[in-house]
Each structure stands twice: as C-alpha cells, then as structure tokens.
C-alpha cells in the first residue's frame, strides 16, 4: 500500500491540483480495490471509479494527521460512502442472473444448516459447499440486503447501530464500513465471540437474551461484547 506524505497531503489541501493528482494516482489501487465489490451489479466500472475519486479526495480535505491513521485508512469510508450513496440513489441495485441464483442457493443452505446447527455458515464454509469463491458469496449475501442495513437500529436502544458501536474518537462519517467489511471481520472471530456478535447485532437480541442463551452472566456478556467490538475497531484502523 502507498505510503502518503503528511507534507504532499497538506499541499493538496491548499491547493496544489498537481501533489492533488498525484496522490489520487498513487492510490488509484486503492480506489480500484473498492470498486471491485460493486462488480457484476450493472454499473460501468470506470464510473464507479470516478464516484469513489469524489469520495477519495474527501477524505483528503477533510484529513488532520492527529487522527493518527494512514490516509489510505481515512479514505476507505469516504469511498465507500460516496459509492453507495451514488448506488442508493440511483435506484434498486441491479444484480446478475448468476448473483440471483448464488444469493437464493445461499438462502436455502444457510437455514438449512441453521435448523439443524443453530448456526449460519461462515463465508468460508459456504464458498466450499457452494464451489464460489469467497467475493462472489460476499457480493451475493451484500446483494440481498439494503444498502443502508448496517444502519438499522439494534440492540437495547433504538439509537443504538453496529456502525455507533465500532466508531472511534475519529468521526470516519457514518458509513465507516459496509456490510462486507463486518463480514470480514466476523471471519477472524473465535465462534464464541461470532456467537455474541450474531445475536446481539444480527438478531437484535439484548444483553440478557443472549446470557440466557449461552448460559452466562449479562456482566459475562457485557465485558465480552466490549472486548470483541475494540478487537474489531482495532481490525478495521490496521486493515489497510
């Protein structure tokens, strides 16, 4: 990943359209890497491409070097963001014939599974069942949901998002990830901690259900979840 210089970004913040350019070429894979995971949903990939360029030099602007985070860090959300809104507004995503079917087969596998485990499959799991690879799966299970679901209100509070629960002291805006990032980092969680994660964030189930569940405390549960959500903010800051 490209190093940026706290110098050159202070140059483009005051309008240096040439160390601008520059930057936004140096960390075109970057931008390319995002975009990829909006492949196969109808949309012109070099379009994508421009939009996540708006998002990226946002997140240039906007950039103070005492977030104490990489640029290429800061910038993910941005890109994101600015994608999904332009995807969001522009109508239902438009999702292949091939992306339908996998999404069904997913469907089908997944309740199948959890009837009989009292578990989802992981990504892993069911690209291996399924003979996909693991993008493919994640653009499906992505396909299937609302663009703004990770925005939903869970949990105990209705003001309460799993967005709310993973942002740091640095405001990275409120898409700071999608849906596809917590699936990544659902995939480094023990079972334990995924457990606790899927039903307090996943089946809007509160502290105490899930005690009652897993056959601990609230307290137990409390101090877990606590632990796992600043695992996982630690994930996504070192990610990139």
Excluded at 42 to 55: A, F, S, T
Excluded at 67 to 73: H, N, P, Q, Y
Excluded at 139 to 146: E, Q
Excluded at 162 to 179: F, T, W
């Amino acid at each position: 990943m490209y190093e940026n210089k706290v110098e050159d970004i202070l140059k483009a913040q005051s309008g240096n359209k040439e160390i601008m350019s520059k930057i936004i070429m140096d960390n075109s894979n970057l931008i390319w890497s995002i975009v990829s995971r909006f492949k196969d949903r109808g949309y012109e990939m070099q379009d994508l491409y421009q939009i996540g360029c708006i998002g990226f030099l946002k997140s240039i602007k906007r950039f103070d070097a005492k977030f104490e985070v990489k640029l290429s860090t800061y910038a993910v959300p941005y890109i994101l963001g600015e994608i999904k809104r332009f995807v969001r507004d522009d109508g239902p995503l438009k999702v292949s014939r091939s992306i339908k079917e996998l999404s069904y087969r997913i469907k089908l596998v997944q309740k199948e599974y959890l009837d009989k485990m009292g578990r989802e499959l992981e990504v892993n799991e069911l690209s291996k069942i399924l003979k996909s690879s693991k993008e493919d799966i994640l653009i499906a299970i992505d396909s299937s949901n609302m663009v703004e679901s990770i925005d939903k209100n869970i949990g105990d509070s209705d003001d309460t998002t799993l967005v709310d629960k993973l942002k740091s002291n640095i405001d990275l805006e409120k898409e700071i990830i999608n849906r596809i990032t917590v699936k990544d980092l659902m995939e480094k969680l023990d079972e334990k901690s995924k457990k606790i994660i899927m039903l307090r964030y996943f089946r809007g189930k509160t502290q105490s259900q899930v005690a009652n569940l897993m056959g601990i405390s609230q307290v137990q549960v409390s101090r877990m979840e606590k632990k796992i959500l600043k695992n996982m903010k630690l994930s996504l800051t070192q990610a990139i």
